[in-house]
């Protein structure tokens, strides 16, 4: 079984350009969580998506970041118009629903995509 | 907002030898999951282990353990017979179990490097 793969490892662009990260949970996930990792610090959340649903984005910067997670295909993060302060790590997870139990949900990882913006 | 602390920066240990890493959080919450994950220099989160505030016993995976203190709320992670492969930085995260909108989040500390000593 798989794990989450994320695509790609490393992403250089130039101030002004766009960034798609892309990410694949784990199969029999549906659920996907989107996670950036400054230098030094912990991982901080961005933003929670089931199928084609925006669960929870209050860790997104209200402007030039957005999510989606279609019916078919992985799930995308997009950094319109990028600038220096958005070079990060950026970690995305994966997990699915326990049965009896909707909340005890394990977060597991994948490799994470470095960006860095010249 | 639920924060959690990691007061040690770094630790070292001997090769075989134990050794203990610390992690406070903050919460006015009685229901909810504590993680430690380990980051190798490959910087892929792997997910050690899990304790779910409900259970008074303290979780155990092979040579890992938690000493959880739910009153003190301190969750530290015990690394018995270290190996050189166990040097990483380890992060604490905390998980709420309400449902709602940011209870899906992990909140995770600064991180702690470990390394061991041959």
């Known amino acids: 079984n798989a794990g989450v793969m994320q695509n790609p490892r490393h992403l250089v662009r130039r101030r002004g350009q766009e960034a798609r990260l892309r990410c694949s949970p784990m199969?029999?996930?549906?659920?996907v969580y989107w996670y950036r990792q400054l230098p030094e610090e912990g991982l901080k959340f961005m933003v929670y998506l089931q199928k084609e649903n925006i669960i929870d984005e209050s860790g997104m910067p209200k402007e030039r970041f957005s999510a989606e997670f279609p019916k078919e295909g992985p799930s995308i993060l997009r950094i319109q118009q990028v600038v220096r302060g958005d070079s990060a790590a950026y970690f995305c997870?994966?997990?699915?629903?326990?049965?009896?139990?909707?909340?005890?949900?394990?977060?597991?990882f994948g490799p994470g995509t470095r960006l860095l913006v010249l | 907002a639920q924060t959690v602390t990691q007061s040690q920066p770094e630790m070292s240990v001997q090769e075989a030898e134990t050794v203990t890493l610390s992690c406070t959080y903050d919460t006015s919450e009685s229901d909810y999951y504590l993680f430690w994950y380990k980051q190798p220099p490959s910087r892929q989160m792997i997910l050690v282990i899990r304790q779910e505030a409900y259970k008074q016993q303290n979780a155990t995976e092979n040579r890992f353990s938690v000493n959880f203190q739910k009153a003190a709320k301190s969750f530290s992670l015990k690394i018995s017979d270290s190996q050189l492969g166990d040097a990483a930085m380890y992060f604490c995260a905390y998980r709420s179990g309400l449902s709602g909108a940011g209870s899906y989040q992990l909140t995770f500390g600064k991180g702690t490097k470990l390394s061991v000593i041959p």
């Open positions: 997870a994966s997990s699915i629903q326990l049965a009896g139990d909707p909340k005890a949900e394990t977060q597991y």
């Open positions: 199969k029999g996930h549906s659920h």
